[in-house]
C-alpha cells in the first residue's frame, strides 16, 4: 500500500485524469514505437479500469473504434465499445466477431493477467495461457501491417511465448517502460506483420 501511495507514476496519473498509472507504459512504447494513430481499429484485452483505453482515444484524436474486453467492470467512455466477460470464453469471442464483422484490427493490446493465487508456477502457466488465446485472436484478425503488444512475465515460460511469437510475427520487439516497476518480471513483447496475414496478401 505504502508503494503505490507514494508511486510517482500513480500520482502523475492522479494528476493528468489517466484511471491507472498503467498509461505510462503504453504512453512510452508508443512514443518508441508509433502504435496508435487516427482511424485504427484497437481490441484491448484486459482493459479495467481502461487507462490503455482512454489513451487510444485520446492517441487517435477519437478517430477510430477501441473494443474492450475485462472480467472487472469498466466505467462507460466515449470512443469505447467494452464487454465485461472472460475473453477466453466463447461469448466474448463472438461479442468482437459481431462488431468486427469482417473488418481487420490495426492493434491487439493485451495487458491481461491471471488472479495470483501465490503458487509461482500455476500462475506463470496460467499467464502464458492467457497470452495464447491474446496471441491466437491477433493472429487470426490483424491486418498485414497490424501490431500485438502483450504482458508477459521473465520465468518460466517466457522464452517458449516468444519463439511462439516469432512464429507469428516478422518482427518481434522486447519492451521494458519505466513505467514498470523495476520489481516486477513485467515485460511486453512487441510483435508487428503477422506471418499469417502476410503470406495471404502475397
Known sequence: MHEHVTDPYVKKAQLDGYRSRAAYKLLEINKRD???????????????????????????????RVLAID?????????????????TEPVALAWLEERLQSDRVDLVLSDMAPNISGIMLSDQARQYELCEFALEFAVNWLKPDGAFLVKVFQGVGFEEFRALMRQAF???LIRKPDASRDRSSELYLLGRRPVAASNSKT
Open 170 to 172: 516478422e518482427q518481434v
Open 34 to 64: 508509433h502504435l496508435l494513430r487516427p482511424g485504427m481499429t484497437v481490441v484491448d484485452l484486459g482493459a479495467a479500469p481502461g487507462s490503455w483505453c482512454q489513451l487510444a482515444v485520446q492517441m487517435m484524436k477519437q478517430q477510430g
Open 71 to 87: 472480467l472487472l467492470p469498466m466505467a462507460s467512455m466515449p470512443g469505447v465499445d467494452s464487454l465485461e466477460g472472460d475473453f
